[in-house]
């Protein structure tokens, strides 16, 4: 979601700033701006609503130069996207603030501040920080003091960084709840949000726990914790080359990422290549963790959510160990009862999910025998605060409607059910076959996208559509699920699905020569009970289009058409099958014109409740 970068150095660094930005434009956002301190101590700002290339354009046409700035990219929450709601919000002419989060009580502290005869003049959350912290600078404290006198007050979730003029090279930040990162230079230190905005300009960062402040100047660098005691936060160096934010030879990063995918399944399998370290990719502790383990409680949003709910069919299935999966933002606030024995694991592409993030958070002491994070980037909130990690290999995506994602978290979690299945009585052969699938399924991805050109064909038919309806059976309904969301999310189709067997109890009511319907067959032991409610959809002069495995016996006639899937082992069956999905989605929004890579109102992290 929204984006922070700033920077302290002894070089200009108004250009940092927009790079900064640039990166993160992946996020999702609607207004930029940036506030800087020019050579004679002013504070000068520019904000635009719409792309970072507006504010470009402000800065090229008017350009603000100085060593210490701050940088944001706004999805609003608080007050519509606007350059009156865009941050930094400034108080007087002295000091300026950008902050992601949600300040919960900033009504009450809005009605305080203008009884102290503060004008606010934006409909956001934020403002109300910037004058409290400026109404403490006017007594005399420090920045830094302000920041340690204001924070307690504030109620949800911040990330926040700040300049205040009077000390022209000077950067104060804090977080509690929403990430922020340390970039650490030569001359120079940096604040954002993602690692990804600085790794131009550096490869060292210090990772901020919850409830810490920063102080940073070009050549210091101070962390207070919650208490206000100095404190030492590890360094991390990031090895891996810096990945361009380039789409090659691809109109979009969707269409990219989603040709990345064998690549990324191969990388992300790697790890287990060798039958006896698949403990190994989960943690040191993983062996003792999964010896423990009765029942699994998976929590995840969006399409981690569906992840969670494939890995509950091979749980139950294939291993044996009882799964529940749960909408992150529902289980953080119900009242429930665990069974003895369970593992939490917490899916998220990002590692700052911030529903799935306070369910970890808010798990009560002993109600879980260890928790375990699969999520693609490396440092994050999730992976610091979970007891085994699986890393996914992705690499950087950057669409916002997830793709390589998703499918690596699948293989993440089959090699759970593996680890898992090996203390439940699994025999070696079942294990071994598995991993063996696994390994070939970049195989079967290649295969599948060399369907692109006839599945571009296909999506043509909705074009005119405005509803869709996506059906599977067992273990692919969450694959219909995941289906239907991409659908939606960047082609703004309203797109539903349904377990094929729930038809008749009350979809089949919408199905029409209007309503496209998507099913997805594999050829598994449901065929025949999925091919009678396709049946039900025909009979009704519905329009079916069938994803089937090449050897199920589905062929095109009068208003099915067919698309003929590569023969996959069953248990890859939702990896493939997903990516023919996404293809779909992608070729039905660029031909009806959407921002592929940034549907509108979407967010690539969801790092506010």
Known sequence: MCGIVAAAARREVSEILLEGLRRLEYRGYDSAGLAIVDESAKLNLHKRQGKVAELERAQRDNPYYGNTGIAHTRWATH?????????????????????????????????ELIKDGYEIISATDTE???????????????????????IPRLEGAYALAAIDSERPMEVVGARKGSPLVVGIGIGENFLASDQMALRQVTDRFIYLEEGDLVQVSPTSL????????????????????????????????????????????????????????????FGENAAEIFDKVQNVQIVACGTSFHAGMVARYWLEELAGVACEVEVASE???????????TLLVAISQSGETADTLAAL????????????????????????ECDLVFLTRAGAEIGVASTKAFTTQLVGLLMLIVALGRRRGMSEE?????LEALRLAPKYVEQTLLLDGAIEKLSEEFIPKRHALFLGRGIQYPVALEGALKLK?????????????ELKHGPLALVDDDMPVVAVAPNDELLEKLKSNLEEVRSRGGELFVFADRESGFESEHRVRVMQMPHCPEVIAPIVYTVALQLLSYHVAVQKGTDVDKPRNLAKSVTVE
Do not use: W
């Open 79 to 111: 007050g519509e996207p606007s350059s009156v709601n865009a941050h930094p919000h400034m108080s007087g002419d002295r000091l300026a603030l950008v902050h992601n989060g949600i300040i919960e009580n900033h009504a009450t502290l809005r009605d």
């Open 128 to 150: 109300v920080i910037v004058h409290l912290l400026h109404r403490e600078l006017q007594k005399g404290e420090t920045l830094l003091q302000a920041m340690q006198i204001v």
């Open 222 to 281: 101070q962390v207070l914790a919650e208490d206000g005691s100095p404190v030492v936060r590890p360094r991390t160096r990031i090895s891996e080359a810096v990945e361009a934010a380039d789409k090659g030879d691809f109109d979009h990063y969707m269409i990219k990422e989603i040709f990345e995918q064998p690549k990324a399944l191969e990388a992300t399998f790697a790890g287990a290549a060798t039958y006896s370290q698949l403990e190994s990719c």
């Open 331 to 341: 289980f953080r606030y119900r009242k429930r009862v665990q069974h003895e024995g």
């Open 361 to 384: 958070r808010n798990a009560t002491e002993g109600e879980f025998i260890g928790s375990l994070v699969i999520a693609n980037v490396d440092n994050s909130s999730l992976v610091r």
């Open 430 to 434: 079942k294990q071994k076959e598995i």
């Open 489 to 501: 999310e960047i082609s703004y189709i309203h797109a539903e699905a349904y377990p094929a067997g």
